[in-house]
C-alpha cells in the first residue's frame, strides 16, 4: 500500500506543476514590507494593481502556517490509516491522501471584507498586515471543483444560481454513486462548500432545507462525502477548510473530468403561516410545523366574537409556546354594576412540541395544547401531522377540547382508561393552573388543510376542514352558551406576506364570518442583547502609515514624543477594562508582553478585546506586537 500511495503522489506531480504555471498566469503576488492597514494596502497604488476577482483575495502569514500544517497532518494520518483498511475503500482515502500531500500549507486568513472604505469605517475589522505577509490576487476563474470521497476532482462550469447538489451530481454522473447520494436527501445529509473567500459552509442534499445555504462561486470547492467519510464531521470540516485555503479551486489540481451542470431547480422553504390563535397553522386549526429557531411573533387578529392578541416564541427548534389575550366582544367582564360594559377579557398560554421531523417519506408530526395554563376557557389539545406536496402542504389530525367541539368520533385513547372517554368542564377562573386530568379526554374530531404556496409571489392560499364547531363556543362554566351559528365547518383565507417580518391575512369562516389578521415576526436568533452595563470599548486611534502626512497635530507629536511611556497608568487603564490584576508589563524591542497575576471570570475574549485596545491607545508606536499571559 505505501507504494501504491507514493505513486498516486508522483502521478499527481505534472499536474501540480501544470497548475503552478496557469497560477503565474492567473494570479498575483504582493509582500507587505511595512506594518498596514489593509483598507490602506487596498487604496494604495500597488493594491491598485491587484486582479480584479475581491471576492478571493487571500491574506497569507506565517502565523496561520503551523494551524494549517497541523490540520493537514493530522487528516493525512486519518487517511494513512483509512487506506490500510480492508472494509471501506481504501482506493479512495489512497487518493484523497495524495490530494491532501499535494496542497501546500498556505497559512492564509479570511479577510472579513475587501470594501476599503468599509474596512475604514469598521477599524476594528480592519486588519494589520505585517512585514512578510503576503496578499495574493486571482482573475476569476470559471470553474468549480468537486471533490469525492473516492478521490475523484472534477472541474465543473460554474452555472449562476445553481446549488452544491447540482455541482456534486454533475461531478457523479448517472452513476451508481448518483443513486446512493440522492437516497441521502430524506436524511438530511450535508455537503460541504469551501468559497473562494477562504468560509466554510455546508449545504443540505434537501433543496428544501438548502434554500438558504450560499451558491457556490466561481472557484469554490465542493466536498461530497459518501460511504465512510459520512460518519467522520470533523475530517469534513477540516478538509473543506483545508481546500478553502488554498484560495479560488483550480489552481492545484486539473481538471479530470468535465461534465456539464444540470439545472436543478431549489424548492422554496414551506412558507410559515398563522392561525386565529397566533400559532404556526391554517386558520383555526394548528399544523406540525415550526417557525425557525429564535422567531417572535406578534399578531393581532378579528373573527367576532374574538380579537386576539397573540405572541409566539420559537423557544427551541422542536417548542413553540405563546401567550394571548382574547376579547369576546359578546360578553361582558362581569355585571354592569361592578365593570360597566367592560367586554370580557380571557388570557391563556399555548404549547406545541414538534416529535418527528419530516423526511422525503414521512410527515412532520407535532402535538400541542392551547389555553394550557390560563383560564381555560378555550382548553383544547391536538396531534397533528404535515406533509409538503410540491407548492401544497398539508395538515392533518385529532382536535381535542373547544377546537375539536364537532366531536365526531370516540376517543381513541378510551382504549387505555376510561378517564379519556369524557371530558369535565375545566373551572373557568383566573387562570396559572393547568387542568392537567382535562387535557386529551372527551370526544375527539378529526380535522384537515391545505396550504399552497401559489404562483404568484407572496401570496398563500389555504383551505380546512375545521374540527370546531362555533355554535359551542366559548362556555363559562357550563352556564353560558354562545350563539354563534355555524353554516360550514369549512374555512379559507389568503396570507399576503409583504415582507420579511410583515404579513396580512384575511378570509371567511364558519360559513359567513370575515376574518382578518395582522402578523409582526423577527428572528432574535442571531441578534446580540445590548450589553448596557458594561463600559464602552477604548477608541483606536490609527497611526499614519509610514511616510504619509500624520492625521493631525496630536498623532504628530506622538510620533515624535521620545518621553517614557506611562506603564503605571497603562495598567490602572488595563485594571480597570479588565477588572485582572496586572502583574508585570515588559517590552522587547517592539514587543509588548503583559502578564496578569489572575484572571477571575467569563468572557475572557471580550476582556482580551478590551485590554488589546487599552495596549493600541497607550503604547509607544513603534510597538508592533502585544502578547498577553493569562
Known amino acids: 500500500m505505501p507504494s501504491r500511495i507514493s505513486f498516486l503522489v508522483i502521478a499527481l506531480f505534472p499536474l501540480i506543476v501544470h497548475a503552478q504555471k496557469v497560477e503565474d498566469q492567473d494570479r498575483k503576488e504582493f509582500l507587505i ?17 491587484r486582479l480584479p476577482y475581491d471576492v478571493a483575495l487571500s491574506w497569507i502569514s506565517s502565523t496561520q502556517r503551523q494551524p494549517d500544517i497541523d490540520r493537514s497532518e493530522k487528516l493525512l494520518a486519518y487517511l494513512t490509516e483509512r487506506s490500510l483498511m480492508a472494509a471501506g475503500d481504501p482506493l479512495g482515502a489512497s487518493r484523497l491522501r495524495a490530494l491532501v500531500q499535494a496542497l501546500p500549507y498556505r497559512g492564509r ?15 476594528d475589522a480592519d486588519p494589520i498586515l505585517l512585514p512578510g505577509d503576503r496578499l495574493v ?55 460541504w462548500i469551501g468559497q473562494p473567500d477562504g468560509q466554510v459552509f455546508t449545504a443540505f442534499l434537501d433543496l428544501t432545507q438548502d434554500f438558504l445555504s450560499p451558491e457556490p462561486a466561481p472557484g469554490a470547492w465542493i466536498w461530497v462525502p459518501q460511504g465512510w467519510a459520512e460518519q467522520e464531521e470533523w475530517f469534513s470540516l477540516a478538509l473543506a477548510e483545508l481546500l478553502a485555503a488554498q484560495g479560488p479551486a483550480g489552481n492545484y489540481v486539473r481538471s479530470l473530468a468535465e461534465p456539464e451542470v444540470q439545472p436543478v431547480i431549489r424548492k422554496k422553504p414551506v412558507p410559515i403561516t398563522r392561525s386565529q390563535f397566533g400559532s404556526v397553522g391554517l386558520i383555526q386549526m394548528p399544523s406540525a410545523r415550526m417557525s425557525p429557531e429564535g422567531t417572535l411573533s406578534v399578531s393581532r387578529t378579528f373573527s367576532e366574537p374574538y380579537r386576539r392578541i397573540n405572541i409566539q416564541m420559537q423557544a427551541l427548534p422542536w417548542l413553540e409556546y405563546g401567550l394571548r389575550y382574547t376579547d369576546i366582544r359578546n360578553r361582558l367582564y362581569g355585571p354592569a354594576s361592578f365593570s360597566g360594559d367592560q367586554t370580557y377579557i380571557d388570557k391563556s398560554l399555548d404549547l ?21 395554563v390560563g383560564t381555560g376557557l378555550f382548553s383544547s389539545e391536538y396531534i397533528v401531522a404535515s406533509k ?15 377546537i375539536g367541539a364537532g366531536g365526531n368520533v370516540s376517543n381513541p385513547l378510551g382504549v387505555f382508561t376510561d378517564r379519556f372517554k369524557n371530558r369535565r368542564r375545566s373551572d373557568v377562573g383566573q387562570g396559572g393552573k393547568p387542568a392537567v386530568t382535562t387535557w386529551f379526554t372527551g370526544q375527539a374530531s378529526p380535522f384537515f388543510g391545505v396550504q399552497w404556496l401559489t404562483p404568484w409571489p407572496n401570496w398563500i392560499a389555504k383551505v380546512e376542514y375545521s374540527a370546531n364547531d362555533g355554535s359551542l363556543e366559548p362556555y363559562l362554566s357550563g352556564t353560558i352558551r354562545s350563539i354563534q351559528p355555524q353554516r360550514s365547518r369549512v374555512n379559507a383565507a389568503l396570507v399576503y406576506q409583504m415582507n420579511d417580518w410583515v404579513d396580512f391575512s384575511f378570509g371567511l ?12 415576526h423577527t428572528s432574535l436568533n442571531k441578534k446580540p442583547l445590548p450589553k448596557i452595563l458594561d463600559r464602552p470599548l477604548p477608541v483606536i486611534t490609527p497611526q499614519p502609515v509610514q511616510g504619509s502626512p500624520p492625521l493631525n497635530s496630536r498623532s504628530a507629536e ?11 497608568g497603562i495598567s490602572v487603564e488595563i485594571e480597570r477594562v479588565s477588572l485582572w490584576r496586572v502583574e508585570t508589563i515588559e517590552r522587547q524591542n517592539t514587543e509588548l508582553i503583559v502578564r496578569f497575576l489572575s484572571t477571575p471570570g467569563v468572557y475572557a475574549q471580550d476582556r482580551i478585546e478590551r485590554v488589546g485596545r487599552i495596549l493600541h491607545q497607550m503604547s509607544p508606536p513603534d510597538i508592533d506586537r502585544f502578547t498577553i499571559h493569562l
Not at 160 to 181: H, I, V
Not at 388 to 402: I, N, P
Not at 509 to 520: C, S, T, V
Request: charged share 25%; with cysteine; net charge neutral.
Open 558 to 568: 506622538s510620533m515624535t514624543d521620545n518621553r517614557q511611556p506611562d506603564w503605571r
Open 33 to 49: 514590507q511595512t506594518p498596514t492597514r489593509l483598507h490602506d494596502w487596498l487604496l494604495s497604488s500597488e493594491g491598485s494593481n
Open 137 to 191: 490576487s486571482y482573475r476569476r476563474p470559471l470553474t468549480v471543483s468537486v471533490v469525492l470521497s473516492s478521490g475523484k476532482v472534477c472541474n465543473i462550469a460554474h452555472r449562476a444560481g445553481q446549488p452544491a447538489l447540482a455541482y456534486a451530481m454533475a461531478c457523479l454522473g448517472d452513476t451508481e454513486e448518483q443513486s446512493r447520494l440522492l437516497s441521502r436527501i430524506r436524511d438530511s445529509s450535508r455537503i
Open 109 to 123: 486568513i479570511a479577510l472579513p471584507s475587501t470594501d476599503a472604505r468599509w474596512l475604514e469605517a469598521n477599524q
Open 352 to 372: 406545541k412540541f414538534r416529535l418527528i421531523e419530516e423526511t422525503d417519506y414521512r410527515p412532520q408530526i407535532a402535538i400541542g395544547m392551547i389555553d394550557a
Open 509 to 520: 369562516e364558519r360559513g359567513y364570518q370575515f376574518i382578518a389578521g395582522l402578523n409582526l
Open 388 to 402: 409538503r406536496f410540491g407548492d401544497f402542504d398539508v395538515s392533518g389530525g385529532l382536535a381535542f377540547g373547544v
